[in-house]
Structure formats: structure tokens, C-alpha cells
């Protein structure tokens, strides 16, 4: 059935007048029902490429992640008042079961668990996974017009479809995808009145990422978040290290059998197609729409923060192991970054996983 996919998207260049900009491309490419990559059965997500798997996330690599940020979600459930937590797109439930079970043994209570996930597929693997607590967890398509509770989203931000943009011999345009005589996806460059939101300095070719649906989702969370916080967690920089100069062949990258390239227009459909999140435009669409950051720090300082080194003084060597994968600034701990959002009138608490080392004045 992937074969189908190429295709239908060739359908789409030939309907779009013989280009189409890669946001829509990589729409197609990942969420195509039943076809795209996070739409279709490959399995994804696995620690080991014997599994099938392409790329490895926190929670399934040690259940301390989901402890540690429990920690920080049941301070947040208990200062704002609300008793629900919803997720985006949880992956295989490993998240979502390491967060249940640490908030019953903190005795936080939790009246639901609520997961957005657009993938059916996925959405069978996490109803296995949290089969023991069915009772406490639903699904949803979408956002309800109102919510109250705390949203989290672990490598959510750079599954969503970006722009690119390509500044040649000076010159801006919007890089979208045609197809040559063949058939074959290539690249293919339209001048355009775009700027990344960061003036990069020079003249030398550039390319580079803007973050349309990534700012909209947010926008869309600061119109329904009553009363709660968000926290997102993923790989990135502040603007300033985004559109850094020197950063000229920008941060779109594929992951395949935990190997990475850099070539989206082959393999469609069987591989991840993400980019780096640009935490500025996140905090700055958030704000515009009424929420405010309240905090931002590296993955490693937030889950030291919330206890990790305690949750993990019985661990065996293997879970400390990954432990260390998470917190280390040559692994995870410093290219993943946690921002927290909240509604403006949520009171004055300071998240406690941001209680040393936030970051929030460099955004």
C-alpha cells in the first residue's frame, strides 16, 4: 500500500499547477491517511533497528523520564486546580503509562487522561499499552472548544509541517517540490516575500525552516487553555542559534532504521521527515494569543530539577545508563528544551522544573 503514496502526492503536484510547497508535501508525506508515515503501520519507535523501529523518544528509553516529569505535572495539576492531563501524540503510551502510575503513587488525583493522536495505528498500540488503567484514558481528535488540565507534548513540535526557505545568490524563495521528466520528487525554488523572522546575516546561500503550523497550534491551545499549563518538550534553539548564519543547510533532517539523512523526496512514507523547533516563534505566538512562558531550560536541567537523580538511586546500571542518555549534554540533555506555557491569570507558582537554570530570558 506505500506505494500508493507517491502517487497521490504526484496527483497533488499535477492539481497544484506542477509545484507544491514543501509544508503541504510534508503533510502529505507523514499523515496521508492510512499511507503517510505516522498514518501507516511501521512500527517507529523502538530502541533497537532489529525491532523495525527508525528513531528512539525519552519514555522508551528509560520510565524515569515520565516519573521525573510526573513530578513536575502533579505540582502543576495541584497549582492550577485542575485534575486532567492531555497529551499529543503519545507515541506507544509509554508516556502516558509512566505519568498514570507516578501520579497514583504521588497520590495526585487524575480523573482522565486525554490523547490527541491522529495515527489509528498508533492509537491501537497505546490502548495495549494502557489496557490496565482504560478507566482513566480516552482519546480525541481534536481540542474541545474549552480545557482545563495539563497538556503535555513530548516531540510533537517538530512533526509539524514546515516551510522552507532558500536564500539564493542573494535572493529569497520558497522551496517547494515538483516532479522531473521521470516522475521523480525534486526540489524546486519560487521566488517569495517570506523572511525567516531572524535577519540572517550575509550574503551566502541560505537555507533554512519557518514554523507557520508549529505557531498556529500554539495559538490554538492559548484559545482553549482555561485554566492549566502546557508543557512541550523537544529538540531545538532560541531564535538567535536557529537562523544563526553559520547554521546555512538549516535542521530538516529524515530518520530511517535510526540512521539520518537529509533527502525527505525519497523513501516517502517510510521514513520521519521532522525539523528543529524554533522555541523564540513558539513563545512569542504564545504570548500574542494570552499565554505566558513560564519557563525554559534544557531537558537535562528540567529533569534534574524535577528529581530525576533520586527517582533513580535504586535503578540498575542499564536504567542509569539512560539516564544519563537524557540528562548528558552530548546526548539529549542539551539539545532537548522544555517550555511552559500558562494562561495569564494562573496565579503566581514557579513550575519546579525550572527552579534552577531557566532560560527564559533568551528566548
Known amino acids: ?19 507544491l510547497p514543501f509544508d503541504r508535501f510534508m503533510a502529505l508525506a507523514l499523515y496521508e491517511p492510512g499511507l503517510g508515515y505516522y498514518a501507516n503501520a511501521l512500527a517507529k519507535f523502538g530502541q533497537m533497528p532489529g525491532s ?7 519514555p522508551e528509553l528509560t520510565p524515569l523520564f515520565g516519573h521525573a516529569l510526573a513530578r513536575q505535572v502533579a505540582q502543576a495539576l495541584s497549582a492550577t486546580g485542575t485534575d486532567e492531563v492531555w497529551e499529543f501524540g503519545a507515541g506507544t503510551g509509554a508516556l502516558a503509562l509512566q ?52 497538556v503535555l507534548g513530548n516531540e510533537v513540535l517538530d512533526a509539524m509541517p514546515v516551510q522552507l526557505l532558500a536564500r539564493v545568490g ?7 517540490v515538483a516532479l522531473d521528466a521521470s ?46 499549563a502546557a508543557f512541550l518538550l523537544d529538540y531545538g534553539f532560541p531564535e538567535a542559534e536557529y537562523y544563526h548564519p553559520q547554521r546555512a543547510m538549516g535542521t530538516l533532517i529524515c530518520h530511517r532504521a535510526h540512521r ?6 525519497t523513501d516517502v512514507g517510510q521514513k520521519d521527515i521532522t525539523a528543529h523547533v524554533n522555541f523564540t516563534g513558539v513563545a512569542l505566538a504564545a504570548q500574542h494569543a494570552g499565554l505566558e512562558v513560564i519557563g525554559y531550560t534544557s ?24 539516564m544519563q542518555k537524557l540528562i548528558n549534554e552530548h546526548e539529549m540533555g542539551e539539545l532537548f528544551k522544555v517550555i511552559a506555557l500558562a494562561p495569564k491569570d494562573s496565579g503566581d507558582w514557579m513550575p519546579i522544573g525550572f527552579s534552577s537554570g531557566d532560560r527564559t530570558s533568551r528566548l
Not at 505519568?99 to 487524575?110: F, K, M, S, T
Open 1 to 19: 500500500m506505500l506505494d500508493e503514496l507517491p502517487g497521490i502526492i504526484r496527483h497533488h503536484i499535477h492539481s497544484a499547477g506542477g509545484w
Open 52 to 58: 523495525g523501529s527508525d528513531f528512539v523518544t525519552a
Open 99 to 150: 505519568v498514570i502510575e507516578a501520579l497514583a503513587a504521588l497520590g495526585q488525583p487524575l480523573r482522565r487522561y486525554t490523547i490527541v493522536d491522529l495515527s489509528g495505528t498508533l492509537r491501537e498500540r497505546q490502548r495495549a499499552t494502557l489496557a490496565a488503567h482504560a478507566n482513566t484514558v480516552q482519546w480525541a481528535d481534536a481540542l474541545p472548544a474549552q480545557l482545563d488540565g495539563v
Open 170 to 176: 542573494g535572493v529569497w524563495h520558497e522551496r517547494g
Open 183 to 228: 516522475g521523480a520528487f525534486v526540489w524546486a525554488d519560487r521566488l517569495t516575500s517570506l523572511r525567516p523572522p531572524f535577519d540572517v546575516e550575509g550574503e551566502h546561500d541560505y537555507a533554512t525552516e519557518i514554523h507557520a503550523q508549529a505557531e498556529a497550534f500554539v495559538r490554538t491551545l492559548a484559545d482553549r487553555l482555561r485554566r492549566g
Open 260 to 265: 539520518s539523512d537529509s533527502d525527505p523526496l
Open 299 to 322: 531537558q537535562g536541567r528540567f529533569l534534574l530539577n524535577c528529581g530525576l537523580i533520586d527517582l533513580a538511586k535504586d535503578a540498575d546500571a542499564r536504567q542509569n545508563a539512560m
